[in-house]
Nanobody, 124 residues
Framework: QVQLVESGGGLVQAGGSLRLSCVVS????????MGWFRQAPGKEREFVAS????????RYADSVKGRFIISRDNTENTAYLQMNSLKPEDTAVYYC?????????????????WGQGTQITVSS
């Protein structure tokens, strides 16, 4: 059984930083792309960042480009999202997701496994 567990969420002031972790069990991540999505209250879930299986290719939503960094440690079966210069509009539940293939993706329907999410609240 594949499980994705996010951690690292919390309350932070605008301009601050947080690092999210996503530990995957039940399946190695080394051959599969990973991604981060978020969902704010009253809004649809949206793409944040994705990384290919090798880690060599990344893609970001325009809203987070230059502020967020996605990475992975295949030896630890863990993906990360470093979030810097946080803004109140980054407030959302953040979800980790895994594909069953290696290329990165930005569409929600291309990810097969999902975590339960972790809350990020950015105060102004």
């Amino acid at each position: 059984q594949v499980q994705l567990v996010e951690s690292g969420g919390g309350l932070v002031q605008a301009g601050g930083s947080l690092r999210l972790s996503c530990v995957v069990s039940g399946r190695t991540i080394s051959n599969y792309a990973m991604g981060w999505f978020r969902q704010a209250p009253g809004k649809e879930r949206e793409f944040v960042a994705s990384i290919s299986a090798s880690g060599g290719v990344t893609r970001y939503a325009d809203s987070v480009k230059g502020r967020f960094i996605i990475s992975r440690d295949n030896t630890e079966n863990t993906a990360y999202l470093q979030m810097n210069s946080l803004k109140p509009e980054d407030t959302a539940v953040y979800y980790c997701a895994q594909r069953t293939t290696s290329p990165f993706a930005t569409r929600i329907d291309l990810f097969d496994y999902w975590g339960q999410g972790t809350q990020i609240t950015v105060s102004s």
